[in-house]
């Protein structure tokens, strides 16, 4: 059985590191919002190539690239972080019937496209440096344009309190791609009430 939280990590420092290099080697101006995201897909269907890759390995090769939405600016958003209780331990159900205890860091408040949502922030209980927060949602597309089971956003940590939400880099469990792996299933409270397309969608689906 995988753990999706180490496949998390894993692909986030693999992107990372791919941006940090080209940064790095370029003085050129930052790149249009749009390229950053194609930028950012095209490191992660790379990713889902490599031996690292939750795709049983035969068929690794052949993979096509993830499906996604069109790129929609109005699903980037800034989000202010209510810090919770500092031991409020909440465990979360996995794909694979196990229970993951998981700390809630606090509630992200913002506005999508003019109503007023909100998202719980979680961190693996045993975590103690946070440098990363972990925000798993169902939306309206669940079970027909996206995974039932959710998708998922990983923030770095700020000092401000202040984040970018940005529904654009939203993506699947890797549970969608192998059984073996087992991913927590976001809880109720992170129940969005609204359709959120944006992000990655099942291949299927016609918008």
Avoid at 100 to 115: C, D, N, P, Q, S
Avoid at 136 to 141: A, G, I, L, S
Avoid at 146 to 156: E, H, K, Q, W
């Amino acid at each position: 059985m995988m753990i999706c939280r180490s496949a998390r990590i894993v692909v986030a420092v693999a992107i990372a590191a791919v941006v940090s290099v080209a940064a790095a080697c370029s003085s050129a101006p930052e790149l249009p919002y749009a390229e950053q995201i194609a930028s950012w897909r095209a490191e992660k269907d790379r990713f889902m190539r490599s031996p690292e890759s939750p795709v049983v390995e035969a068929q690794r090769a052949t993979f096509a690239e993830l499906p996604y939405f069109p790129t929609n600016e109005e699903y980037r958003v800034p989000a202010a972080l209510r810090p919770g209780k500092v031991e409020d331990i909440l465990e979360m159900p996995t794909s694979t019937g196990q229970r993951r205890h998981m700390r809630r860091i606090g509630a992200l408040e913002f506005t999508l496209k003019g109503e007023s949502l909100k998202l719980t922030a979680f961190a693996d209980a045993s975590d103690t440096e946070l440098r990363r927060l972990f925000v798993p949602f169902f939306d309206r597309t669940n079970g027909t344009e996206t995974y039932p089971g959710g998708r998922y956003l990983d923030l770095d940590r700020t000092a401000t309190g202040i984040y970018d939400l940005d529904f654009n880099r939203a993506y699947h469990p890797f549970c969608l791609f192998n059984a073996t792996y087992d991913c927590p299933v976001p809880p109720r409270e992170n129940r969005l009430p609204v359709p959120v397309r944006a992000g990655e969608k099942l291949a299927q689906a016609t918008q």
